[in-house]
């Protein structure tokens, strides 16, 4: 059964640093996003992208982070300068389409110190 | 408000019993439903899903049921077994938008 999958599984940076969280969608999916999930709290939606852009982007996707595609078969994730309140699990999605079910991967964990 | 914190809400059922766990939902835009598993350390797992044209879907020993007029969501597993010791997360969606929208989740617990 296909499935989403990320890298790295555990991430640990400096207070400051840029990390880059990757992602490789179901293989036939065209929506992709990310959500984040603070320990011990709901999973928070973060961006979604379509097309080659940014369709859909929550209050916390401010401008320490971005989103891209750079190739058939990864979607990533960067956070340019990161803070101590990023430290979460961050989890990739995708889904056929738009309104249908999201298939996510196992998480990438980051803590920054 | 939406509520935070560390302490999810425990369902404790025996092996074998039935378990019913519920969702309240905020949106009454909201058109279409899922419900995730999550075990410890991993991603959420599709178990099952509804649309707002409907009230009851079956699964495979699950069931979700919906009612709008309250904005409430259940999921029911038959014969609940240790490895569906989970938290479980229902998430809503809105016709038009990408995004999915979590509930605080519920932790089940299953004793043999």
């Known amino acids: 059964e296909p499935e989403v999958t990320q890298t790295p599984s555990h991430q640990v940076t400096q207070m400051g640093q840029e990390v880059i969280l990757r992602c490789v969608p179901i293989s036939n999916h065209l929506y992709f996003y990310w959500y984040r999930q603070i320990l011990g709290q709901k999973v928070e939606f973060l961006v979604s992208?379509?097309?080659?852009?940014?369709?859909?982007k929550s209050e916390i996707f401010d401008d320490q982070f971005s989103v891209e595609r750079p190739d058939g078969s990864n979607f990533t994730l960067k956070i340019r300068s990161t803070k101590l309140e990023d430290s979460a699990m961050y989890f990739c999605?995708?889904?056929?389409?738009?309104?249908?079910?999201?298939?996510f991967g196992p998480g990438t964990r980051l803590l920054v110190l | 408000g939406e509520s935070v914190g560390l302490h999810l809400p425990t369902l404790s059922v025996q092996e074998g019993d039935n378990s019913i766990i519920n969702c309240a939902y905020s949106?009454?835009?909201?058109?279409?439903f899922i419900w995730y598993k999550q075990e410890s350390g991993k991603g959420p797992q599709f178990i099952i899903d509804?649309?707002?044209?409907?009230d009851k879907r079956q699964g495979q020993r699950v069931t979700v049921l919906l009612n709008k007029t309250v904005k409430h969501l259940s999921l029911q597993i038959a014969a609940t077994q240790p490895g569906d010791s989970a938290v479980y997360f229902c998430?809503?969606?809105?016709?038009?938008?990408?995004?999915?929208?979590f509930g605080a989740g519920t932790r089940l617990a299953v004793h043999p």
């Open positions: 999605a995708s889904s056929l389409a738009g309104g249908e079910t999201q298939y």
């Open positions: 509804i649309r707002s044209n409907m």
């Open positions: 998430a809503e969606n809105q016709r038009g938008y990408n995004k999915l929208i």
């Open positions: 992208f379509y097309n080659n852009e940014i369709s859909e």
């Open positions: 949106n009454s835009a909201s058109d279409y």
